[in-house]
């Protein structure tokens, strides 16, 4: 399995797809701390963005897999770089989530026969999970609290929700919590 985007969502995915009992799960972004997040949550080989090529990361793919590709990839950053990419791992058969765009990011081209049709691929949208994917993200915190808290990288006053919003914007926070203000 291979991830794109280590933010919450790819963390997440991480660490469900580790829970379901994925045993190869590629994490693939640019932020190291966020990489090295992902690891700990159950992430088994991490590709900076950064520093490798999408040539190299596909065939770290293809080298993984013994050439077969990756059964499923999720693209979780939102990217249509990342998406076309994801295409090029796939196996024979496999699927390409998309659960990273989260508003409209522009056109995505891909030549249909040999990335879709040949390849028997499918592409999956999701928009807003179901309940059920909740309360098992939840379960994952409850059981293991203190690896999830590595997530919460920032904590603000509620004055300073802009500066808050920023940072999450900017990614220079994986995710930031509003406290009240003492009385």
């Not at 990217?79 to 056109?107: D, H, K, N, Y």
């Amino acid at each position: 399995m291979v991830i794109f985007g280590p933010g919450p969502l790819g963390a997440f995915s991480v660490a469900l797809a580790r829970a379901q009992g994925a045993s190869q799960i590629v994490i693939v972004g640019g932020t190291r701390q966020r990489l090295d997040i992902c690891r700990q949550l159950g992430a088994t080989i991490a590709l900076n963005r950064n520093e490798t090529t999408s040539p190299q990361r596909i065939q770290a793919v293809r080298d993984l897999t013994h050439g077969r590709g990756a059964d499923l990839v999720v693209e979780a950053a939102g990217s249509i770089a990342a998406s076309q990419e994801g295409l090029e791992m796939l196996r024979p058969g496999g699927t390409l989530s998309l659960v990273g765009f989260g508003a409209p990011s522009g056109q995505m081209t891909f030549a249909p026969f040999e990335n879709i049709v040949r390849k028997n691929v499918r592409i999956q949208g999701v928009w807003v999970s179901d309940v059920r994917h909740t309360l098992r993200a939840l379960d994952l915190v409850y059981q293991n609290p203190q690896l999830f808290s590595m997530l919460v990288t920032d904590r603000f006053p509620l004055a300073q929700a802009t500066e808050a919003l920023i940072r999450v914007r900017d990614r220079a926070a994986m995710k930031a919590v509003l406290l009240p203000q003492s009385s």
